[in-house]
């Protein structure tokens, strides 16, 4: 009877993390209104009839067809749980919190990044060296920054090296594509 009762708990909290992720990814993705509804009355459901796994079952279901057609959409759900932000500047002394130092380029197709332990300025040397040896064509933007994982949020704050009107751009950017950003930064 105990194994039951596990599984059922097991079952419960799984389904209470795979809707939690969920949420956390379509409102990164600004995708949020669309299903809050849903997302609501499913947590409701959850909640009242905590018990009774036919319903855990037909929730589970129900967050699995939404993961689904936002897969088929091209969305990467992998990252449900994680997020990322933008913190301010900081100076030298991040190291001391735990920060590490990041060059991020930005193009009008991708993202790439470089950290390390060099400064700034030499982790963006090394990245254009590594752009031209690859033939990436186009403009790219360098952004210089701190970064480090608290939880499961990637936190990033500019630095010394990173002006006040590059800062701007790169808040301008971020809102629109956060989601890409953590995709292209989860391995840091």
Do not use: C
Not at 68 to 91: C, K, M, P, W, Y
Not at 129 to 151: D, K, T
Not at 167 to 183: H, M, R, S, V
Request: net charge positive; hydrophobic share 35%.
């Amino acid at each position: 009877m105990s194994s039951f009762i596990d599984r059922v708990a097991e079952s419960f909290s799984s389904t209470w993390r795979l809707l939690s992720d969920t949420t956390n990814f379509l409102s990164r993705a600004r995708l949020l209104s669309a299903y809050d509804r849903d997302l609501k009355e499913m947590r409701d459901r959850l909640y009242r009839y905590r018990k009774d796994p036919e319903v855990q079952r037909q929730v589970r279901q129900r967050i699995v067809e939404i993961r689904r057609a936002l897969r088929a959409r091209g969305h990467d759900l992998r990252l449900g749980s994680r997020d990322i932000t933008l913190e301010g500047f900081r100076h030298d002394d991040a190291m001391a919190e735990g920060f590490r130092r990041l060059v991020i380029g930005i193009s009008a197709d991708d993202v790439v990044s470089l950290a390390g332990d060099l400064n700034h300025q030499e982790l963006a040397a090394q990245m254009e060296r590594r752009l031209r040896q690859a033939r990436s064509s186009g403009n790219v933007s360098f952004h210089y920054l701190w970064y480090r994982w608290r939880n499961q949020v990637l936190v990033l704050s500019g630095s010394a090296s990173e002006t006040a009107q590059q800062f701007e751009e790169l808040k301008e950017y971020f809102e629109d594509n956060k989601e890409l950003l953590l995709k292209k930064l989860s391995h840091l």
